[in-house]
């Protein structure tokens, strides 16, 4: 049997000392508290054939990101006594050869709804029954606690925002104080025959350093999230006036927003204690924007998706996924590469792929923008391809919020007004005129006039010679017309509503090969008329 005197706190996502219920629970009458992060190879290790620098589950910049986090976490726990072991290897198994060799009696980690550590929870939970270890997994990345929600609604995840927060109603731990500051921790006892590691640089994982102009100008840690969050609340004025459509996606000396998604999703910052803090100055304002625009409304939001990921199977595929519209996506691996290199010929498009891939960060907006624009808007390419390219640059990436963006952009999910799109034209000039954005992240625009670095195919042939920018040579000519492609994405979604309205949403493979054969039919069509008229113009 496990001595109860040994407790051991595996860090996951909640990589933070404050409102950390599981580390607090690690620390109660335990003479030695073993605090655990396991280098997970799955996550880590160095991909070759990814598309850019990092793993095969996530880019470089997030996992910088992380490890600045780690490095932080240690220094916190070094000032209370204690210190983070690194180990390396499959957790679940690492994990287990820890609860062996050092005695355990008391396993603490945050729960995690992602599938990948759902799974690895169970084995771990596997091998620890009969063994006499007690187990503590409290919900604290999230407000509310998902399976509460969906219970409440019968079995089933609420699917409007509006129905979500019916439900929610005010957190069951709102109102009390949670415990921001550690003063010390137990020490910690022998590690026997491991392995224990400082926090690795990425040279020791096997990584070239990132260029200083493709690094992310964001910090990861406890101590930025907090500096970051008592910034940005320093404004109570901008706190209770926040209304989420109103910020500016073309702002990037200074963004926005808070920034602070990717302190959030690796669980730096409490969501907990963020929510606490906008309450107590909603309490002092006059008055304020309520959710959904408001800055609580954001974190609204955020738990809407982590309930309705958790509650729905395949919620990250279009296929055996009940809430998602069954539609024939293109697989065109050209037009993918194009949007994701920045080569669409559209700059609004392409500077906004520019900045998430050297940031790992870009404003909700123009991650809007350039989602309709790979599916709905102009190129019709399937919503999974496109999460997939987030899921790896963004350093905010997170499981259940962006498989929920991707569906309710792509108009698959939640929202379904395709006719409402995002013009890579206009929507961006709406914000910035003078196209700044634009120079700074696609510096070969740089010299284009104003009236056309938003469309710089229509500039005249002098003025590309004098802005040193051929459109076909020095910066590529647009993948497609938007006018001719936006109308033709909307002619092949409204076949496939209608078809899923029809079948009841049980719609086949088959069924999808056979309305794709017709609606290219029909976009064939569409375009040799299109083609006729043009001539008769010119005539």
């Known amino acids: 049997m496990a001595s109860g005197a040994n407790s051991l706190m595996w860090f996951r996502k909640g990589l933070r000392l404050h409102d950390n219920p599981a580390l607090e629970y690690a620390a109660k009458g335990s003479k030695f508290l073993y605090p655990v992060f396991v280098i997970d190879p799955h996550y880590m290790e160095p991909d070759p054939t990814a598309f850019s620098l990092g ?25 209370v006594g204690s210190r983070l072991l690194v180990l390396k290897g499959d957790p679940g198994e690492v994990l287990i050869r820890c609860l062996k060799e050092w005695s355990i009696g008391k396993l603490c980690f945050e729960y995690d709804t992602d599938p990948y550590y759902q799974a690895l929870d169970e084995k771990v939970k596997g091998y620890v029954s009969g063994t006499g270890v007690e187990i503590f997994s409290p919900v604290s990345h999230t407000l509310y606690n998902p399976a509460d929600i969906i219970r409440k ?24 104080p949670l415990l ?27 990584y070239e350093d990132l260029a200083e102009d493709e690094r992310t100008p964001f910090k990861g840690g406890e101590s930025e999230a907090l500096k970051r969050l008592r910034e940005s609340i320093a404004n109570k004025e901008w706190v209770a006036n926040f209304e989420k459509p109103k910020g500016d996606p073309s702002a990037f000396l200074k963004p926005a927003t808070t920034v602070l ?27 304020h924007t309520s959710p959904p625009v408001s800055l609580l409304g954001q974190l609204l939001w955020r738990d809407f998706f982590y309930t309705a990921a958790f509650g729905t199977p395949n919620f990250d595929q279009m296929k055996g996924n009940r809430i998602c ?44 923008s350039v989602a309709c624009f790979l599916t709905r808007g102009d190129l019709f390419v399937h919503w999974e391809r ?53 120079r700074h992240f696609l510096p070969v625009l740089k010299d284009m006039p104003k009236e056309y670095i938003y469309e710089p195919w229509t500039a005249p042939i002098s003025v590309q010679r004098k802005a ?72």
């Open 55 to 79: 793993s095969s589950k996530a880019g470089l910049n997030r996992i910088q990101f992380l490890l600045e986090s780690l490095v932080d976490l240690d220094l916190s726990l070094k000032k």
């Open 386 to 438: 496109g999460r997939h390219v987030f899921e790896r640059l963004l350093i905010d990436s997170d499981w259940a919020i962006n498989n929920g963006n991707w569906l309710w952009l792509s108009c698959s999910s939640f929202f379904y007004q395709y006719n409402r799109i995002y013009s890579p034209t206009s929507f961006g000039k709406k914000y910035d005129p003078a196209g700044n954005y634009i």
């Open 468 to 539: 040193k920018c051929i459109i076909g040579v020095d910066y590529p000519k647009p993948v497609v017309s938007h006018d001719s492609a936006s109308k033709e994405c909307k002619m092949r979604l409204g076949e496939a509503y209608a078809l899923n309205k029809k079948l009841n949403g049980l719609v086949s493979d088959e069924d999808l090969n056979e309305l794709r054969r017709k609606t290219d039919n029909e976009s064939t069509t569409l375009d040799s008329v299109s083609r006729k008229k043009k001539q008769k113009l010119i005539d």
């Open 261 to 287: 998604s990717p302190y959030l999703k690796f669980g730096c910052l409490s969501s907990r204690y963020f929510y606490q803090c906008i309450q107590d100055i909603l309490k002092c304002s006059r008055k």
């Open 325 to 368: 519209k069954q539609i024939p996506w293109k697989n065109d691996d050209e037009l993918l590469a194009a949007w994701r290199d920045s080569r669409t010929g559209f700059p609004w498009i392409d500077a906004i792929m520019v900045q998430l891939r050297k940031w790992g960060w870009i404003h909700h907006l123009a991650r809007h």
């Open 153 to 176: 609604n019968g079995g089933s995840p609420p699917l409007s925002y509006q129905s979500f927060l019916k439900l929610a109603g005010q957190p069951s731990w709102a109102t009390t």
């Open 180 to 206: 921001t500051t550690i003063s010390s921790l137990p020490p910690i006892g022998n590690t026997g025959s491991f392995a224990v590691s400082e926090v690795p640089t990425v040279r020791e994982l096997g």
